[in-house]
């Protein structure tokens, strides 16, 4: 700040943990984190605070010998069980879900620490940010990360702005582009997410894995889609070359000036945009959750085919239903429900009775609820009747012939996760539910729609729903379905992009009459020219 410079820096991001991204250490290691004495001393505190008395721990971790002062931390064994099994048993795990909870809170504790004194030393005068909030980043990994406690750094007057590099499993040229966090949840609060876009280009060592680009064409496809999210999100990129060289083309360079230029011009003119899809994911059902591959079938695999389904849509925290700027939304997808309270689940049923929308829980919907018997909270938040399995199956189903869905799927294709084997199995015994489709393993349905009061509620046993499905699903809850096909659609009413998934002629579906303009060429688009 002493430095002549001084005048042209806007801002600071602070770093920590596993590539200075706040993660823990461990997130990528099989010795996992933290175990140190200090860490140790803090989780005592954290369950002091949170149970008050030996008593009180110990009918919580169901362990008569277990006390404040000498609590231990969970071993890998406890942290990891193996096996399929995606929850946690809630009268014997407790050990672990205190611990996933403790670490998420403290990684937040340290990055708001700091924030505070950035925010301080620079007398409020300059933006503060850092990388923080990946929820759909870490697969298996998610609870190990730290990254859960996203409401704490998202509500802090001391974050203005948060940034991730792009989602890394599904980026190739043909698929699509998404953040890593709930960056809709972010820029409702009137902060800035910040896009690293870190694509490897076509320059790039042709080892570099990641999605890179082979080909300059492909590379342009690549930085014009990630454009697309970015212009159209409402954030901001930063176009990462992390050795040199990845970018030192006349092409590539003249392209991001005219993206440059267009993101400056649309800045004075740009409107409110509401999508008609809200996806949420809850962190807190994480903790649990066992780490297994579920968590990236129902988080991260759903989320990035999501530019797939056809229309624009918003990702946000569950534990932001109920503030007062939350859109209303046509249909709410609730990817990993599990851990409603009843205020959380009044929040929910409020919101949709509000717009007569259409919800769609996935799994294990309400299955850890703090009142009753699970088949009980499950319905009490879905409004139909589930049954588990304890027994293992994979989380498919078959559409039936006859459901009006069965037009965009074909019948005897199964749908859902096609490697994924998960326990228990879920399936619904609701006469008055419509049955959409019925489980492969046993036949039972594991796919329906209940008409509530004032609202539409769908129940998916399957998990990893193609955007197929997400489109009919939409279609028929009302939302405006811009494009037919599988490819990657960018759009916030004012600007659309679209990113083939592969060859052939796309039809795009305005929701209102209008001209059309390409934004590179400034030149009107007709059906003759149209590409």
Not at 155 to 166: E, G, M, Q, R, Y
Not at 235 to 257: E, K, N, Q, T
């Amino acid at each position: 700040r002493q430095a002549p410079y001084a005048d042209r820096i806007l801002g600071y991001i602070f770093y920590n943990g596993y590539t200075a991204e706040w993660q823990m250490w461990g997130t990528w290691q099989s010795s996992r984190d933290d175990y140190s004495e200090p860490a140790l001393r803090a989780f005592r505190a954290f369950l002091s605070d949170r149970y008050n008395s030996d008593n009180r721990l110990q009918s919580a971790w169901a362990d008569p010998a277990a006390a404040l002062a000498t609590a231990a931390m969970p071993d890998g064994a406890r942290r990891r069980p193996g096996g399929p099994r995606v929850l946690r048993d809630p009268d014997r795990e407790r050990q672990a879900i205190d611990f996933y909870e403790f670490i998420s809170n403290m990684d937040a504790d340290a990055l708001l620490h700091f924030a505070r004194i950035v925010r301080e030393a620079t007398a409020g005068k300059s933006l503060v940010g850092t990388y923080y909030g990946y929820l759909t980043a870490h697969g298996i990994n998610q609870q190990d990360s730290g990254h859960l406690a996203a409401r704490r750094v998202f509500d802090s007057p001391d974050i203005d702005f948060l940034a991730s590099p792009p989602n890394y499993w599904y980026r190739k040229p043909g698929e699509a582009g998404t953040f890593m966090s709930a960056t809709d949840s972010f820029r409702l609060r009137g902060k800035l997410w910040l896009d690293e876009s870190d694509h490897r280009t076509f320059l790039t060592d042709p080892k570099a894995g990641y999605g890179r680009a082979d080909t300059l064409e492909e590379t342009l496809g690549v930085f014009w889609r990630e454009f697309a999210e970015v212009l159209t999100k409402r954030a901001a990129v930063s176009w990462y070359d992390m050795s040199g060289g990845w970018f030192s083309h006349p092409r590539i360079l003249s392209d991001m000036g005219r993206a440059h230029e267009i993101l400056r011009a649309s800045l004075p003119r740009r409107k409110a945009f509401a999508a008609e899809i809200g996806v949420f994911v809850d962190p807190r059902s994480f903790y649990w959750m066992r780490p297994t591959a579920a968590n990236a079938a129902l988080v991260l695999n759903q989320m990035t085919t999501m530019p797939q389904s056809g229309a624009p849509w918003d990702f946000c925290l569950l534990e932001d239903i109920d503030r007062p700027w939350m859109p209303d939304y046509r249909l709410y997808i609730f990817l990993n429900a599990f851990s409603i309270d009843p205020s959380r689940r009044e929040a929910i049923h409020a919101k949709l009775r509000r717009s007569g929308a259409t919800a769609l829980f996935v799994y294990a919907a309400g299955y850890l609820g703090s009142e009753g018997e699970p088949r009980e909270t499950m319905r009490q938040l879905t409004g139909i009747r589930i049954a588990a399995s304890d027994v293992e199956g994979k989380p498919q189903v078959l559409l039936e012939e006859a459901d009006p869905l069965a037009e965009i799927w074909p019948v005897g294709k199964p749908l859902g996760a096609k490697q994924l084997t998960v326990a228990p199995m879920f399936h619904v015994e609701d006469p008055q539910a419509r049955v959409i489709g019925r489980l492969v393993d046993s036949g039972q349905p594991g796919l329906v729609a209940k008409r509530m009061d004032g609202w539409t509620s769908i129940y998916s046993a399957a998990i990893e729903l193609p955007p197929a499905l997400i489109r009919g699903i939409a279609r028929s809850a009302g939302v405006h379905i811009w494009i037919d096909s599988d490819d990657a659609l960018y759009t916030d009413g004012e600007f659309v992009g679209v990113h083939a998934a592969g060859d052939g002629e796309k039809i795009l579906r305005l929701p209102v009459a209008a001209g059309v303009v390409d934004a590179v060429s400034v030149q009107p688009v007709t059906s003759e020219n149209s590409t």
